[in-house]
């Protein structure tokens, strides 16, 4: 009989519309920072250290990478309102920088971190300065084109590369020399 008087309400001209959020819209961010912080020690509970690794360090760190090229996507598109089809590009050449400093300098994890990141910037600021005026179609053109280029100098440049194949025996990140593994020495087995 509710939905019927609203209804009713609704047709004569009187709208009942509610400014009050809910709970879960109210509380989202804290709802969500708690569970971010739970989702490990409830996985290391449940599925032990050895299953852990496979939770935590596989779907955990896919989840948050995938977390942030939302939110840069976001930035530009949402934000900026750019339509950037290259950007996935930005993010391959901060992975690659990563992979290749890291295989042939043996530089570690938290060195790379910020590096491969200033990095992918660097190239955004070189393909930023001749594209600054483009909008609309023709930023999405030059973008995508930018893409598919670092996408074909990856594949075919093999004596670097590896091309297909990809780069393999990229050394696992530490934490004060202690590897982040279900090892002798790792984190998983001091828990």
């Not at 990141?117 to 300065?129: E, K, N, R």
């Amino acid at each position: 009989h509710l939905d019927a008087r609203k209804l009713a309400k609704a047709r004569s001209g009187e709208l009942d519309i509610s400014a009050e959020k809910g709970f879960f819209h109210t509380h989202f961010l804290k709802i969500a920072l708690v569970a971010l912080l739970l989702y490990p020690v409830f996985i290391y509970a449940v599925a032990g250290p050895q299953g852990s690794l496979k939770w935590v360090d596989n779907f955990g760190i896919q989840i948050l990478i995938y977390v942030m090229l939302a939110w840069g996507l976001n930035i530009v598109v949402g934000l900026a309102g750019l339509l950037d089809l290259g950007y996935v590009a930005f993010y391959a050449i901060g992975a690659y920088s990563y992979a290749l400093l890291s295989s042939y300098f043996g530089l570690s994890f938290w060195v790379l971190l910020p590096l491969s990141g200033i990095l992918a910037a660097l190239w955004g600021v070189i393909l930023g300065f001749p594209v600054l005026r483009l909008r609309g179609d023709y930023l999405a053109i030059v973008t995508l084109a930018f893409g598919e280029i670092i996408r074909l100098v990856i594949i075919n440049w093999t004596d670097l590369t590896k091309g297909t194949f990809g780069i393999s025996g990229i050394p696992k990140a530490t934490l004060f020399g202690i590897p982040f593994d279900a090892s002798a020495g790792g984190f998983a087995k001091l828990f």
